[in-house]
């Protein structure tokens, strides 16, 4: 089966339909794209990835020597790599840290800085910097009064006009705190978000993903109370709940194995978890989680498709319908330049269940009504070979 996917190429019209004769691109297809040369970028993991228009942002993280601070763009539409223009004073080499888009922008904040190749300088920072992709210029914040404990492998998620930072690393202990800045108007003024709810264990290294006025949190680092928990955050409740994963009494496949370094995406209505670090093992099945059902299952990639390795510290973006992973620390902790892009699929939710059991509800096929008090209603379906007979039962 294939979607169509938006192209340059002129499109027929003829009374308000659309007919797009291709390009087309097969649904659930992993496919490798150009691999990121030397010479304009090296090879990284524990970076981050960001989408703006038509082409990925790609910054920081580590070549296995040294920290780096670079930004390269790879380009969709070309499928080409280049360094992308900047000026102004860019931010410290780092890795673990996070990035976000608002607006025009790339916010970054925090991470890990220092020379790790002589083990000098090394510390967490909590710093947010401004990347204007319209210019090209770095900017650093400053924002007066209390600011967030300096921290790396935290998450970060943007919301209605807010950047919002939780969990995390700050060198001697694991976090499970938030904070949130109006990244709009002023003052400019770091506050604390008071939680409620079931929220996570302190955690780092772990994705986010923002879905239906919410933050999602999967899995992570959490020592001894590692799990593979799914976390969702109300923003304007500001409330955590835990989803359920009761799978075998609910008859649905398991939730993927608790794991760390891994990545998650929102696409339609549902999430998307690749790779990491699971009980010594990477794997690289692509697990699909559906926001409706609150079922897990894993996408059955297309028999072309070329599948990524498995790794972690690794880095993923969404555009249009389309996931693009780039790099991460693979076996023998080998880090990649590698760039793959996975085909979503997006079918409308099937409404039948909830159909039919408007229709019994409603009574309107009912052949014989049995009224023996005010209780609950019990609806029996009689199938025949052509006909249907309900029987409704008033108990």
Request: charged share 20%; aromatic share 12%.
């Amino acid at each position: 089966m294939a979607i169509p996917r938006p192209s340059d190429k002129e499109f027929d019209h003829a009374e308000g339909l659309t007919l797009d004769f291709g390009p087309f691109e097969t649904v659930h297809r992993w496919r490798r794209m150009p691999e990121c040369d030397e010479f304009v970028g090296a090879r990284r993991s524990k970076h981050t990835v960001v989408a703006y228009k038509d082409a990925i942002y790609v910054f920081g993280g580590d070549n296995g020597k040294n920290m780096l601070n670079d930004l390269l763009r790879f380009d969709v539409k070309d499928c080409s790599w280049g360094r992308a223009f900047t000026t102004g004073t860019p931010p410290a080499s780092r890795y673990h840290h996070s990035a976000v888009v608002f607006s025009n922008s790339m916010f970054v904040f925090g991470g890990y800085t220092g020379d790790i190749y002589s083990n000098s300088n090394l510390r967490n920072k909590n710093d947010l910097l401004e990347y204007k992709f319209n210019t090209g210029q770095w900017t650093e914040w400053r924002i007066e009064g209390r600011l967030p404990p300096a921290r790396s492998a935290h998450g970060a998620a943007v919301y209605e006009e807010k950047l919002w930072i939780f969990a995390g690393y700050d060198g001697n202990t694991r976090l499970n705190d938030m904070w949130t800045l109006n990244l709009t108007g002023e003052p400019k003024a770091w506050e604390e978000v008071q939680q409620s709810g079931d929220h996570p264990p302190t955690c780092c290294n772990f994705p986010v993903a923002v879905a239906r006025d919410t933050m999602l949190v999967f899995s992570g680092q959490s020592g001894a109370k590692i799990t593979n928990n799914l976390y969702q955050f109300y923003f304007k409740e500001r409330r955590w709940r835990k989803i359920p994963t009761e799978h075998i009494l609910r008859g649905a496949p398991p939730p993927p194995q608790r794991r760390y370094g891994h990545t998650m995406v929102a696409y339609d209505r549902h999430l998307y978890v690749f790779g990491g670090a699971a009980d010594n093992t990477l794997p690289n099945e692509l697990h699909c989680y559906d926001l409706d059902s609150e079922t897990w299952q894993v996408i059955i990639p297309s028999p072309d498709s070329q599948i990524p390795s498995g790794r972690l510290f690794h880095a993923a973006a969404v555009i249009n319908d389309g996931i693009f992973i780039f790099g991460g620390t693979v076996d023998n902790n080998i880090r990649s330049g590698e760039m793959y892009r996975f085909q979503f699929s997006s079918y409308p939710k099937c409404t039948l269940r909830d159909d039919l059991g408007r229709l019994l509800e409603s009574h309107q096929f009912a052949d014989v009504h049995f009224i023996l008090g005010k209780a609950s209603t019990l609806c029996l379906l009689n199938y025949s070979a052509l006909n249907y007979c309900l029987i409704t039962i008033l108990l």
